[in-house]
């Protein structure tokens, strides 16, 4: 993170860091219009920006908290480093009993405090320490819309990486920061737009449902009308790209996607499942890339 390459600044769940030498060869040859919904974590925007000679970024995001975050880095990443550097040392100058008091604490502190406005620095600061803190590096909230991931018993997390915020604050004062549906993308769109779709993951099992991006989650209905929104970007001339989980992990038979996207150009690649609480089931599977091109390759 310190040699000039910006990273995540969040652990998220289903984050494309670990994809993104094979994401490479995939994106469109060339673009200056670049459009990213469900942004969660960041990877492949940060990738983008820094591979490509982009004229306009917009990202979108359902999670409030998170596009709170995003636009405070980009507004004051003095602010955030400085609040964030207060957190840090309070927390690891704590015994492990006290961390975990000291994480609740803030937890509670962070799903009382109410976004009013586009920053709240306090919120964004909260946002990280808890992300870097707790169980798993999920992002999960009940029926309250109230952030409840347990305590993460982490020896010494990194709070954050002041080299990495400084460059990620940089890379976002071209981005537009947008907080809503991912249809809010149509109004964006234009000549020589590039679109890449990570929505919430199909589960392969009725057991593995992490939906947990918001307090809605993401059904296979939901799965149909984003296939039928890229199926209208293809027919407007857009280059797209879209992310999801493979069926046929689980069931050879599922052809949900296969189907779904018939006449795209769909590619199987390997992952690592790291979401798992048991690391005995965090392995190798294939997820899905849809494109409605061919041609692919990045500028290095």
């Known amino acids: 993170m310190c040699k000039g390459v910006a990273k995540p600044f969040l652990k998220w769940a289903g984050g494309k860091g670990q994809l993104l ?21 960041g990877a492949v925007l940060f990738d983008v920006l820094q591979r490509f000679d982009i004229e306009r970024a917009v ?7 998170l596009i709170n975050c995003y636009r405070c880095i980009k ?3 003095d602010e955030i480093m400085k609040q964030l550097e207060q957190v840090k040392s309070r927390f690891l100058s704590l015994s492990l009993d006290y961390r975990a008091k000291f994480y609740l604490e803030i937890r509670k502190r962070y799903n009382e405090i109410k976004l009013n406005g586009n920053y709240d620095f306090e919120k964004a600061v909260d946002f990280i320490f808890l992300n870097k803190t707790c169980f798993n590096g999920l992002y999960r909230v009940n029926s309250k819309g109230e952030f409840n991931v347990p305590f993460g018993k982490h020896k010494n997390p990194c709070i954050y990486d002041r080299d990495n915020l400084i460059l990620i604050s940089k890379l976002l004062q071209k981005v537009e920061i947008l907080y809503g549906d991912y249809k809010q ?12 779709f990570d929505p919430p993951y199909r589960p392969l099992t009725t057991s593995a449902s992490f939906v947990g991006y918001s307090q809605n989650g993401f059904n296979d209905d939901d799965q149909r009308q984003l296939a ?20 046929k992990n689980a069931d050879p038979t599922d052809n949900f996607f296969d189907d779904l996207y018939n006449g795209f150009d769909i590619v199987r690649i390997k992952a690592r499942r790291m979401i798992n609480c048991q690391a005995d089931k965090r392995g190798d ?3 899905i890339v849809v494109r409605n091109y061919e041609n692919g390759g990045a500028n290095d």
């Open 75 to 77: 507004e004051n990443v």
């Open 59 to 65: 990202i979108i995001d359902l999670n409030k908290e």
């Open 185 to 196: 993308c149509l109004e964006y769109i234009g000549d020589d737009s590039f679109l890449y």
């Open 228 to 247: 039928n929104l890229i199926k209208g970007l293809d027919k407007q001339g857009c280059k797209v790209m879209l992310s999801n989980s493979d069926p």
């Open 285 to 287: 599977i294939t997820e």
């Open 21 to 41: 030498d094979k994401f490479g060869s995939l994106y469109p040859a060339d673009f200056k219009n670049y459009i990213e919904p469900f942004v969660g974590g």
